[in-house]
């Protein structure tokens, strides 16, 4: 064993140093560190809310689309007799496809603010993820146009302080005001 005092060299057994008399400590044995739960679930950071985009559209889609579905049975049920109505039928169910491909494209987007990111999650077969850390962030907005206004959502738009200094918009939110409020008031935990 070496003292850590004056480095010279005494037995593995020795209380005391031989040259300088410097007591030695009580050697710890070798653990493996383990890391706490808390500490990790902090290091990943908790999930504050997580949304998507507002589907009143799709659902006003699905309304139309289905008048027009019944629509479009009568006008060629009238129109066209000798069609058989099967055919009108899947016609009218064919177009379905359209706010089906809006509502699976709107559920394609996540937007997820943790303790220290806000993360945006777009696509399902390729996937792209965007991270935007809270301390980067200089300025969130929240606009809505008349229509927006009405219906109850709107977008909020985040300035951040990269090197391109671009804004990301949080497209067509329910309640804008209320998850702005809540990124705000992350964004000022982290600053104390």
């Known amino acids: 064993?070496?003292?850590?005092?004056?480095?010279?060299?005494?037995?593995?057994?020795?209380?005391?140093?031989?040259?300088?008399?410097?007591?030695?400590?009580k050697e710890e044995e070798t653990r493996v560190a383990t890391r706490?739960?808390?500490e990790t679930a902090s290091s990943e950071g908790s999930q504050i809310f997580s949304i998507t985009p507002t589907l009143k559209f799709v659902k006003l889609g699905y309304v139309l689309t289905v008048l027009a579905a019944f629509l479009l049975v009568a006008i060629f049920s009238i129109l066209f007799p000798a069609v058989s109505s099967i055919i009108a039928i899947g016609f009218g169910v064919l177009l379905l496809l359209v706010p089906a491909f809006y509502h699976f494209k709107?559920?394609?987007?996540?937007?997820?603010?943790?303790?220290?990111t806000i993360?945006?999650?777009?696509?399902?077969?390729?996937?792209?993820?965007q991270n935007i850390p809270l301390r980067r962030i200089q300025d969130v907005t929240v606009s809505s146009t008349f229509l927006q206004r009405i219906l109850g959502f709107?977008?909020?738009?985040i300035d951040n302080a990269s090197e391109t200094g671009s804004k990301v918009i949080l497209d067509n939110i329910d309640s804008p005001r209320?998850?702005?409020d809540i990124l705000l008031k992350q964004m000022r935990q982290l600053e104390k």
């Not at 064993?1 to 400590?25: H, P, R, T, W």
């Not at 709107?106 to 220290?116: G, H, N, S, V």
């Not at 709107?154 to 738009?157: E, L, M, Q, W």
């Open 1 to 25: 064993m070496f003292c850590i005092k004056c480095g010279a060299n005494n037995s593995d057994e020795a209380v005391y140093c031989l040259k300088c008399g410097n007591q030695f400590d």
């Open 36 to 38: 706490d739960r808390s």
């Open 106 to 116: 709107q559920k394609l987007i996540r937007y997820t603010l943790t303790d220290t």
């Open 119 to 129: 993360e945006i999650d777009k696509g399902m077969i390729s996937r792209s993820t």
């Open 154 to 157: 709107g977008d909020i738009v």
């Open 178 to 180: 209320k998850y702005a």
